[in-house]
């Protein structure tokens, strides 16, 4: 990954991981054929190739199976529906063939035939009936299994394997979605980036299982103090995001500073062999959405004040205007 440049995300993990284990033949071909190619791997380059083998891939594979299943499903009610009109038809016949008895005045023998008759094709008809409600009922469950199935699988795709909270592709849906709802009822939005302080030199130290134990500490932390309205997502590696509808900015500074101050007061221990892992820390820059402007560029001051924050010695949370700042003591 190092030599093509490639950024250390969990997404980009994933490929080059399977990449190295030789386990899907298709993606080592398309890689290859990317670095025989000389391209390069481009951001765009990058999530494609996840989405194209992990995430597509396991909606896809979902979208088939539960489309087997129902063509299963609707061919055997297909077949009973069949199979009831038959019975249907022979009842009819029978019927008529009754009545055009009953026309003819039959004696009381040929009267006690003509009801047996009748008595056994509508007992026929009833268990016909029976059976059909018994399978339409049997599809219904089914198929309420199956959307459920699909929902389990998007909300797979859409949440981080490793911290269990949301990854990138529901921090965008979720901002987009906040944007829409804050033009229309004028509410204010915040949007709050926070990045772990030094995460190299402690991975490096420390190796990257503990890295990844701090990272799922800290989307705790997020998690935690967020309110419930709020989505927080893991943005990037080592970077969070909080969507924060409904909330000015003075109540996201507050929620930023509770974070930062439970990450720096938190003693680390290593759980493999509860070594003393010290403290670490973590920055934040906080924009408030104003009017009418584009995704990207709250996103973009978020991101200016999280930098403001690392330039002025970190372990602190910046907001939109200079003074808001608040800093470790
Ligand atoms: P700064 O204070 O400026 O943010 O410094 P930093 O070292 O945190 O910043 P940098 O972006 O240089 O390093 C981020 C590191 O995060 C690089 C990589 O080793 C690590 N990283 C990224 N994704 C993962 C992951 O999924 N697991 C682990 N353990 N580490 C990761
Ligand atoms: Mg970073
Ligand atoms: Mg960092």
Redesign the pocket.
């Given at each position: 990954m190092e030599q093509f440049d490639v950024?250390?995300?969990?997404e980009n993990?994933a490929v080059w991981i399977c990449f190295a284990s030789d386990t899907n033949p298709e993606l080592c071909e398309t890689l290859r054929a990317q670095i025989e190619g000389g391209d390069g791997f481009t951001e765009s380059v990058n999530s494609d190739l996840f989405e194209q083998y992990f995430q597509w891939k396991a909606i896809q594979d979902a979208i088939l199976e539960s489309g087997n299943l129902m063509s299963r499903e609707l061919g055997a009610v297909q077949q009973t529906l069949e199979a009831a009109e038959r019975d249907t038809v022979a009842y009819g016949k029978a019927l008529a063939g009754a009545t055009h008895e009953l026309v003819a005045s039959p004696d009381e023998a040929g009267m006690k035939r003509l009801v047996e008759s009748l008595v056994s094709a509508t007992a026929r008809m009833q268990r016909r009936s029976q059976a059909l409600e018994n399978k339409l009922q049997a599809t219904s469950n089914e198929v309420t299994q199956l959307k459920s199935h699909l929902e389990r699988v998007r909300e797979e795709a859409m949440t981080d394997a490793?911290t269990g909270i949301a990854n990138r592709k529901r921090f965008d849906e979720a901002l987009r979605r906040a944007r829409r709802a804050s033009d229309t009822d004028k509410s204010p939005l915040s949007l709050v980036l926070c990045?772990?302080?030094?995460?190299?030199?402690?991975?490096?130290t420390w190796g990257?299982?503990?890295?990844?134990q701090?990272?799922r500490f800290v989307a705790g932390c997020l998690t935690r103090h967020s309110q419930e309205h709020h989505v927080v997502a893991r943005y990037?590696?080592?970077e969070f995001g909080i969507v924060m509808p409904n909330t000015d900015m003075a109540a996201a500074k507050e929620i930023s500073e509770k974070i930062r101050k439970t990450v720096e007061s938190k003693k680390l221990l290593r759980k493999s062999t509860n070594e003393d892992l010290g403290n670490i820390t973590v920055?934040l820059g906080i924009a408030g959405y104003r009017d009418g402007e584009s995704i990207e560029e709250l996103i973009e001051r978020s991101d200016a004040n999280l930098y403001k924050s690392?330039t002025e010695g970190?372990n602190r949370s910046t907001g939109d205007e200079a003074s808001s700042q608040s800093a470790a003591a």
């Amino acid at each position: 990954m190092e030599q093509f440049d490639v950024p250390p995300t969990p997404e980009n993990y994933a490929v080059w991981i399977c990449f190295a284990s030789d386990t899907n033949p298709e993606l080592c071909e398309t890689l290859r054929a990317q670095i025989e190619g000389g391209d390069g791997f481009t951001e765009s380059v990058n999530s494609d190739l996840f989405e194209q083998y992990f995430q597509w891939k396991a909606i896809q594979d979902a979208i088939l199976e539960s489309g087997n299943l129902m063509s299963r499903e609707l061919g055997a009610v297909q077949q009973t529906l069949e199979a009831a009109e038959r019975d249907t038809v022979a009842y009819g016949k029978a019927l008529a063939g009754a009545t055009h008895e009953l026309v003819a005045s039959p004696d009381e023998a040929g009267m006690k035939r003509l009801v047996e008759s009748l008595v056994s094709a509508t007992a026929r008809m009833q268990r016909r009936s029976q059976a059909l409600e018994n399978k339409l009922q049997a599809t219904s469950n089914e198929v309420t299994q199956l959307k459920s199935h699909l929902e389990r699988v998007r909300e797979e795709a859409m949440t981080d394997a490793l911290t269990g909270i949301a990854n990138r592709k529901r921090f965008d849906e979720a901002l987009r979605r906040a944007r829409r709802a804050s033009d229309t009822d004028k509410s204010p939005l915040s949007l709050v980036l926070c990045d772990i302080d030094f995460f190299k030199r402690f991975n490096d130290t420390w190796g990257h299982q503990t890295g990844d134990q701090i990272i799922r500490f800290v989307a705790g932390c997020l998690t935690r103090h967020s309110q419930e309205h709020h989505v927080v997502a893991r943005y990037g590696g080592e970077e969070f995001g909080i969507v924060m509808p409904n909330t000015d900015m003075a109540a996201a500074k507050e929620i930023s500073e509770k974070i930062r101050k439970t990450v720096e007061s938190k003693k680390l221990l290593r759980k493999s062999t509860n070594e003393d892992l010290g403290n670490i820390t973590v920055s934040l820059g906080i924009a408030g959405y104003r009017d009418g402007e584009s995704i990207e560029e709250l996103i973009e001051r978020s991101d200016a004040n999280l930098y403001k924050s690392k330039t002025e010695g970190r372990n602190r949370s910046t907001g939109d205007e200079a003074s808001s700042q608040s800093a470790a003591a």
